[in-house]
């Protein structure tokens, strides 16, 4: 090969290589939740929904994770006064600080979507009521997937997810 070609090739690999390590330093890297950031979506739900059927029975509700998650919700609450069912979601926080929830369905059976969000550090969530997410949401996960939608937020709109704030945000509800 041309020694000239080579020296210009090997110049332009450096500066290449030189983005690539930049963009491989995200705010995840080194983060408490960084290996969740990698992890499949079928593990991130199964972590969401055993971490929030958990919270509920710290709250001393009976709370079970359905049918292994699959099916048209997720956890069944029970209280002493009403019996609940969540769709749980999770969503891993994205560069501009918000989160997408995919593969919400409006008309299945269900009381309430559980939206958890993670971020490097911390984690959040939202519940929203079957008849708001009817209401509210608009956007299709794809053209392809008929009543399937996504559930877009901002981490400055969601709740950050400690006991206290779990707690009061679920008795709200049951």
Same mark, same amino acid.
């Given at each position: 090969?041309?020694?000239?070609?080579?020296?210009?090739?090997?110049? /332009?690999?450096?500066?290449?290589?030189?983005?690539? *390590?930049?963009?491989?330093?995200?705010?995840?890297?080194?983060?408490?939740?960084?290996?969740?950031?990698?992890?499949?979506?079928?593990?991130?739900?199964?972590?969401? &929904?055993?971490?929030?059927?958990?919270?509920?029975?710290? $709250?001393?509700?009976?709370? !079970? #994770? @359905?049918?292994?998650?699959?099916?048209?919700?997720?956890?069944?609450?029970?209280?002493? /006064?009403?019996?609940?069912?969540?769709?749980?979601?999770?969503?891993? !926080?994205?560069?501009?600080?918000?989160?997408?929830?995919?593969?919400?369905?409006?008309?299945?059976? %269900?009381? %309430?979507?559980?939206?958890?969000? @993670?971020?490097?550090?911390?984690?959040?969530?939202?519940?929203?009521?079957?008849?708001?997410?009817?209401?509210? $949401?608009?956007?299709?996960?794809?053209?392809?997937?008929?009543?399937? %939608?996504? %559930?877009?937020?901002?981490?400055?709109?969601? #709740? *950050?997810?400690?006991? *206290? /704030?779990?707690?009061? &945000?679920?008795?709200?509800? @049951?």
């Amino acid at each position: 090969m041309c020694t000239v070609t080579q020296k210009v090739f090997d110049n /332009n690999k450096d500066i290449i290589r030189t983005r690539r *390590e930049k963009s491989s330093r995200s705010k995840w890297t080194g983060s408490i939740n960084e290996e969740v950031k990698g992890w499949d979506n079928t593990d991130k739900g199964d972590l969401g &929904e055993l971490t929030t059927r958990d919270m509920l029975k710290t $709250l001393d509700y009976k709370s !079970e #994770i @359905v049918n292994g998650g699959i099916g048209e919700f997720d956890i069944l609450l029970e209280t002493p /006064n009403t019996t609940l069912r969540l769709e749980h979601k999770l969503a891993t !926080e994205d560069t501009k600080g918000g989160f997408q929830f995919n593969g919400i369905k409006k008309d299945v059976n %269900y009381d %309430y979507v559980f939206a958890m969000g @993670v971020s490097p550090d911390e984690l959040c969530f939202t519940i929203l009521s079957r008849e708001e997410a009817r209401r509210t $949401l608009t956007t299709m996960m794809s053209k392809d997937v008929e009543g399937s %939608y996504k %559930y877009s937020v901002t981490k400055s709109k969601m #709740i *950050e997810y400690t006991q *206290e /704030n779990f707690k009061r &945000e679920i008795e709200k509800i @049951v």
